[in-house]
């Protein structure tokens, strides 16, 4: 059974609901079978390459004061920790995450997709470090455990450009208009970073109607 998550790298609630989402997988009866792909979805794909403070991007989308998205990432902290993340949201940058999602793409054909989401996503609420330069971004996938240099050939040569943009078009047509979003056996929808038990639940559903027998 496979399960395709749309995300994108700077979204915090994205990395709670993958966690959510694999806690519920982990007491999953059959888990070895589910199959889990990440998609690639931009938030905002007309975000500057260089990166920008967070906080009054976030406020200034939302019609809010600085205070208040800080009170914002306060709460979003605190439910990371619940969940067993760290997030570290004072301070965080954000930008354009077209490139990062391409190495998303080149970890999928190797392999390593989840090791390199994983990684981009500490990288980005925890650490402090960049997914907006090339050089950054290298080292970055490297440690998830890509070949740096085919990493850096595919920023440099724009590889799987086209693939970023094929994933936000079928979340479209799918009807997301935000992350995270899961689809369960191309049956179910699961939107947000919702509970685990919703999570079991869908699972559930969707491995039970895809694997009854069939009538006599």
Known sequence: MRVEIWADLVCPWCYLG???????????????????????????????????????????KYGMSIEEMRAQQVRLEGLATEEGLEYHLKGSLSGNTADAHRLLHLGKERGLQDAVVERFYRAQFTEHRSLFDHDSLVDLAAEAGLDPDEARRTLEQGTYADDVVADAREAQELGANGVPFFVVADRYGVSGAQPVELFSEALTRAWDETHAPDPA
């Open 18 to 60: 993958k966690r959510r989402f694999e806690k519920a997988l982990a007491g999953f009866e059959h888990a070895a079978d589910v199959e889990v792909v990440h998609r690639s979805f931009q938030l905002d794909p007309t975000a500057p390459p260089t990166a920008e403070h967070q906080v009054e991007q976030l406020a200034a």
